[in-house]
């Protein structure tokens, strides 16, 4: 119940901002002859956790890739929080704020799990030239604990702190999904874009990772996030994007998503094929 | 212990000056780029000191100018080759060592030509290289520690990764290029006035392979590799002969081929590595000792 009334506090103050946080106008991505996104335009407002979904191939991680700026944008427009970023490198756009986890499990592996943490933590830090980083070698360690702060927060939050000192590989593949989540988390995003994060993980796990996601979209973090689980989008997300063949087709909230005629016969088409 | 440093005194001068050489390399090879442009440094920082010095010039502003022209040159070079990675950058950081080479030879009375610039008159002692070594090893230590070193980790590994932490890899590695060159430089310069001679085989491939090996021996992971690699490889001959193998010439090799053979496979982060891990397979057993 206290719940309930906190999100809707948070859903009239994201309905008073004028600017949505992500704004994306025509976006087309061409791989050598294959349209992998075609024309696609939405707008995201912040506080919101979006779906996206849409068969096999259809351009989902290239949608991330694209407006993370990992991927490259053949024509179209990106705005974040109102600021053209198309033809920025990936590395400033994850400065300005839009954070993101892999299809694949991607951690340090010789660093612990506090430290592989820890390196989200040190997003602020990053941003300072090199040389001037490595000459503060006085004030290192009180940053250093602020840092150690942050990070441990962030695995509070993923309910690992008790793992902080373990490496990745001592752990099972839902934990390592949340030890990415908690580094995302460490860099305070204002967008965090998540592709498939309960692929292969047991019902337990995704119960767990959706319990995650809704609390932090209750905390007001945007969030996109890309997963091939209906019943996970269903039970999680305020509003979906459907994509098939680099085509936006749908949008809306899941259950008028599901049942619009465009979306299901995506999704028959590929279980014909298969 | 006296008489051990005075009878040993050429063998620690040469693990100092080798160690900034390893040091030069391995601060490259942990930033992710194969580079083996400091050799070409350490010949630049080499005939940098042994010109200033017949100019008359102080051998600290003759070594400043050999860090600093190496620097420069370091950092012209990772513009040019921002885009060549692992065997590409490694053969084209090669060219450069020769091209350095070439241009030594063909330098005229500034460089002495095919036999270089010898009798130069810098001196440095035992004392003054380890304080040298002992600097530069702190400062590579805080580079190697806490949220640079986190990140060097990541740009090594995984430059997606990197990019999505908001780590600029490209400047990261344009950073290392040049602390690089600077200390590849700074180690060429101490081995002139160690030495009293520079010639245009200092950027040559035996170099090269010396540089390498220490470093791949030693674990390119952190500067300690670097320097328990070189401290091995030029202790290494002395060590055999003194256990009395005789004929060494014939045999070094062998050892040596072996050695590193025997790291390459069973020990891929090189000696430290293997150390490390032999310590926390140590602690972990006396764990279980104490817990069982
Ligand atoms: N690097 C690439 N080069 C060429 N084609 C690519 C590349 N990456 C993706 N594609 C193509 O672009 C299309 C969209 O791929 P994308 O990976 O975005 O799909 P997806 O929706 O994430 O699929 P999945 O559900 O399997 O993860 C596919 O046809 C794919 O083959
Ligand atoms: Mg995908």
Redesign the pocket.
């Known amino acids: 119940m206290h719940q309930v009334i906190e999100r809707d506090a948070n859903r009239e103050m994201i309905d008073m901002q004028s600017e949505p946080l992500l704004n994306v106008t025509d976006l087309t991505v061409n ?1 050598d002859g ?1 349209v ?1 996104l075609d024309h696609v335009s939405l707008t995201a407002p912040a506080g919101q956790l979006y779906g996206l979904i ?1 068969p ?8 991330l890739a694209a407006i993370s700026r990992h991927g490259k944008v053949t024509e179209g427009r990106l705005e974040f929080a109102g600021r053209d970023y198309t033809g920025e490198p990936a590395f400033v756009a994850a400065r300005l704020g839009i954070s993101r986890s892999f ?1 694949t499990v991607r951690l340090q592996e010789d660093l612990s799990v506090l430290e592989n943490a820890m390196v989200g933590a040190d997003h602020h830090r990053i941003t300072r030239p090199v040389i001037f980083n490595w000459l503060r070698l006085v004030r290192n360690r009180r940053e250093e604990a602020e840092c150690r702060e942050t990070a441990l927060s962030a695995l509070e939050r993923v309910g690992l702190v008790d793992y902080k000192d373990q490496f990745p590989s001592s752990l099972s593949y839902g934990m390592q999904r949340r030890v990415e989540i908690a580094r995302c988390l460490a860099s305070d995003p204002k967008l965090l874009l998540l592709d498939e994060p309960t692929a292969g993980m047991s019902p337990a796990e995704t119960d767990d990772i959706s319990e995650l996601l809704m609390g932090l979209r209750d905390s007001g973090l945007t969030q996109i996030l890309v997963a ?1 689980d209906l019943s996970m989008i269903h039970a999680v997300t305020d509003h979906v994007f459907a ?1 098939n063949f680099g085509k936006l087709i749908a949008e809306g909230n899941s259950v008028d998503v599901a049942n619009d005629p465009d979306v299901r016969k995506a999704y028959i088409g590929v279980a014909d094929e298969e | 212990m006296l008489n051990f440093f005075s009878s040993n005194e050429i063998l620690l001068q040469t693990i100092a000056v080798f160690s900034l050489l390893a040091f030069s390399v391995q601060i490259s090879l942990r930033a992710g780029a194969f580079s083996l442009a400091g050799v070409g440094c350490w010949a630049i920082g080499g005939y940098s000191l042994a010109i200033s010095d017949r100019h008359d010039m102080h051998p600290v502003i003759g070594v400043l100018i050999g860090i600093v022209v190496s620097a420069i040159i370091s950092y012209l070079l990772a513009l040019l080759l921002v885009r060549l990675r692992g065997l590409y950058l490694g053969m084209a950081t090669i060219a450069f060592n020769q091209m350095v080479g070439i241009a030594l030879i063909h330098g005229g009375d500034f460089t002495g030509g095919e036999l270089g610039i010898y009798g130069i008159g810098a001196r440095i002692s035992t004392f003054q290289l380890f304080a040298v070594l002992a600097l530069v090893s702190f400062l590579l230590w805080a580079l190697e520690r806490g949220m640079l070193g986190r990140a060097y980790n990541i740009v090594r590994d995984d430059e997606p990764l990197a990019a999505s932490l908001g780590i600029d890899s490209e400047s990261m590695r344009r950073f290392a290029f040049v602390l690089s060159g600077a200390v590849g430089g700074l180690a060429g310069a101490l081995n002139a006035m160690m030495l009293g001679i520079v010639s245009p085989t200092d950027a040559d491939f035996p170099v090269i392979v010396i540089a390498l090996t220490m470093v791949i021996v030693g674990g390119y992971h952190s500067w300690l590799g670097a320097l328990i690699g070189a401290a091995l490889i030029q202790w290494l001959p002395i060590g055999l002969q003194s256990f009395g193998i005789e004929g060494m010439s014939e045999w070094w090799s062998v050892v040596y081929g072996l050695l590193i053979l025997f790291i390459a496979v069973y020990m891929p982060r090189g000696l430290l590595g293997g150390l490390q891990r032999l310590g926390s397979l140590m602690a972990r057993r006396h764990q279980d000792f104490r817990e069982a």
Do not use: D, E, I
Request: proline share 0%.
């Open positions: 791989y294959v992998a849409g096999n191939g259809s351009g989902k991680s290239t949608f299809q091939h994509l």
